[in-house]
């Protein structure tokens, strides 16, 4: 099993910034990539980024490229999301999942945190 621990949510205005990050515990070993997904009011949960454990590999949702930037520390078991030029449509709950490398798809998926409230005034 592998336990995932979201923090850094809040209340901030449009174009604010925020950093987020996952600690994760457990058979972290067995998890080869790291992904951040957001889920709004009555919306599907989507995709934002992703990175893997090993070569740093990332990849952006469209909507969020240029703003957000995922990183890992591998030594803390932690991944972060740095959240700049924040707006209200980024108001979500941001959840982190380990799984598989390069894929945007939540099903893949294994482990998830609870989530972490992140809402953008205008």
């Known amino acids: 099993q592998v336990q995932l621990v979201e923090s850094g949510g809040g209340l901030v205005q449009a174009g604010d910034s925020l950093r987020l990050s996952c600690a994760a515990s457990?058979?972290?070993?067995?998890?080869?990539?790291m992904g951040w997904f957001r889920q709004a009011p009555g919306k599907e949960r989507e995709f934002v980024a992703a990175?893997?454990?090993?070569?740093?590999?990332?990849n952006y949702a469209d909507s969020v490229k240029g703003r957000f930037t995922i990183s890992r520390d591998n030594a803390k078991n932690t991944v972060y999301l740095q959240m700049n030029s924040l707006k209200p449509e980024d108001t979500a709950v941001y959840y982190c999942?380990?799984?598989?490398?390069?894929?945007?798809?939540?099903?893949?998926?294994?482990?998830w945190g609870q989530g972490t409230q992140v809402t953008v005034s205008s």
């Open positions: 999942a380990a799984g598989p490398p390069g894929s945007d798809r939540s099903l893949v998926y294994d482990y």
């Open positions: 990175i893997t454990w090993g070569a740093g590999n990332t």
């Open positions: 457990g058979r972290t070993f067995s998890t080869r990539a």
